[in-house]
Each structure stands twice: as structure tokens, then as C-alpha cells.
């Protein structure tokens, strides 16, 4: 017998004919080929399908909870209407400078007269208490109105007032709606 790993004397392996693999037919290379390809295949779908298989929560999440899913759609705001006469005691100037308007007078910002501030008031003073009130109820500049929000119209007033006199102005504080409205005749 002869070894089908021996060399012939010159160092070159030793050749016993041709070599035959495990596709011997063009049918068999047809199929090899195809199921090259398709097992492959069916093997991702059952992956998926094993991996989708169930509902999965989020993990330590309650996002898709009804309650979660009720608050996220909530409405954004609403319309409360509050009636004067109930509305309590006005609140001072300077509670109604530190709850709406320290966030821009307090610092400056966009351009805003500083508390205390008499150059910047000075000129806004000598305008008067009324174009100081109407331009903050109605908004000037980069300042949004404020009238029509959590504080009266009275409220504000006070607050200018406030703002001015720490400015240098000497306004007298206005009179309480309710007050004005009986003098009139």
C-alpha cells in the first residue's frame, strides 16, 4: 500500500488521481446553493419572531401605562375665570414685583430699567404714572403685557409704583378699585 501523504523522491506530494468533494452532481450543487441562502434565511425570521414573541414592558419604565399615556395627553392649560369682588386682598407692590417682575427689573435683562436704577427711570418717570402703567399692562419692547394675568390691573399699579418711587419718582399709590369706582359719579 502506498501512503497517500508520501512525497515522490524529488519533494513534490504524490498525486492518486482526482479528488472528489461532497457535491458530486449539478443537482446537489443546485440545492447546496440554494440552501445557502435560505437557511439563513428562516434562521433571522425564527430569531425575530422569538425576540417579538410576548409583550415587553420597558425596562423600570411605566411610559405605556394608561395613567402614564392619560397624563401625557392631557390638555396643556385652562381658562380660569376669577371674580374681583372674591378675589381677596390686594397684594402690596413689592410682593407683585417680586412674584412678576424681579425676573427682568432684578437683573436687566433685555433691557429692562433696574430696581433702583434712578438714570434708567428717570426718563420713563417724567412720562408719568399712566404711560408707565399702560405700557406695562399693554407690553412695550421686550416686555410682554402683564395685564390679564395672575395679577389685577390695580396689582400692577401698585407694582410700577413701587418700581418707580425706588427710581426716584414720588407716585402716590393709586386708589383701590373698588374706591374709584364708588367716586365716580
Given at each position: 500500500?502506498?501512503?497517500?501523504?508520501?512525497?515522490a523522491?524529488d519533494?513534490?506530494?504524490?498525486?492518486?488521481?482526482?479528488?472528489?468533494?461532497?457535491i458530486?452532481?449539478?443537482?446537489?450543487l443546485?440545492?447546496?446553493?440554494?440552501?445557502?441562502?435560505?437557511?439563513?434565511?428562516?434562521?433571522?425570521?425564527m430569531?425575530?419572531?422569538?425576540?417579538?414573541?410576548?409583550?415587553?414592558?420597558?425596562a423600570?419604565?411605566?411610559?405605556?401605562?394608561?395613567?402614564?399615556?392619560?397624563?401625557?395627553?392631557?390638555?396643556?392649560?385652562?381658562?380660569?375665570?376669577?371674580?374681583?369682588?372674591?378675589a381677596g386682598?390686594a397684594?402690596?407692590?413689592?410682593?407683585?414685583?417680586?412674584?412678576?417682575c424681579?425676573?427682568?427689573?432684578?437683573?436687566g435683562?433685555?433691557?429692562?430699567?433696574?430696581?433702583?436704577?434712578?438714570?434708567a427711570?428717570?426718563?420713563?418717570v417724567?412720562n408719568?404714572?399712566d404711560?408707565?402703567l399702560?405700557?406695562a399692562?399693554k407690553?412695550?419692547?421686550?416686555?410682554?403685557?402683564?395685564?390679564?394675568?395672575?395679577f389685577?390691573?390695580?396689582?400692577?399699579?401698585?407694582?410700577?409704583?413701587?418700581m418707580?418711587?425706588?427710581?426716584?419718582?414720588?407716585?402716590?399709590?393709586?386708589?383701590?378699585?373698588?374706591?374709584?369706582?364708588?367716586?365716580?359719579?
Amino acid at each position: 500500500m502506498s501512503d497517500p501523504h508520501a512525497h515522490a523522491q524529488d519533494g513534490t506530494p504524490h498525486d492518486d488521481g482526482p479528488h472528489e468533494g461532497p457535491i458530486r452532481t449539478p443537482k446537489q450543487l443546485v440545492v447546496a446553493v440554494v440552501a445557502s441562502f435560505l437557511v439563513p434565511i428562516i434562521v433571522i425570521i425564527m430569531l425575530v419572531n422569538f425576540v417579538d414573541m410576548g409583550a415587553k414592558p420597558g425596562a423600570g419604565s411605566d411610559g405605556l401605562e394608561a395613567e402614564a399615556v392619560g397624563k401625557r395627553l392631557q390638555r396643556v392649560g385652562s381658562i380660569v375665570i376669577k371674580d374681583p369682588a372674591n378675589a381677596g386682598p390686594a397684594r402690596g407692590g413689592e410682593d407683585v414685583f417680586k412674584g412678576q417682575c424681579a425676573a427682568c427689573h432684578a437683573t436687566g435683562a433685555a433691557g429692562a430699567p433696574k430696581l433702583g436704577d434712578a438714570a434708567a427711570w428717570g426718563p420713563r418717570v417724567k412720562n408719568g404714572f399712566d404711560a408707565l402703567l399702560t405700557s406695562a399692562l399693554k407690553g412695550k419692547g421686550a416686555m410682554a403685557p402683564q395685564g390679564g394675568g395672575e395679577f389685577s390691573a390695580y396689582e400692577i399699579g401698585r407694582a410700577v409704583v413701587y418700581m418707580a418711587n425706588q427710581g426716584g419718582a414720588k407716585f402716590a399709590e393709586p386708589p383701590a378699585p373698588a374706591a374709584s369706582a364708588a367716586s365716580a359719579p
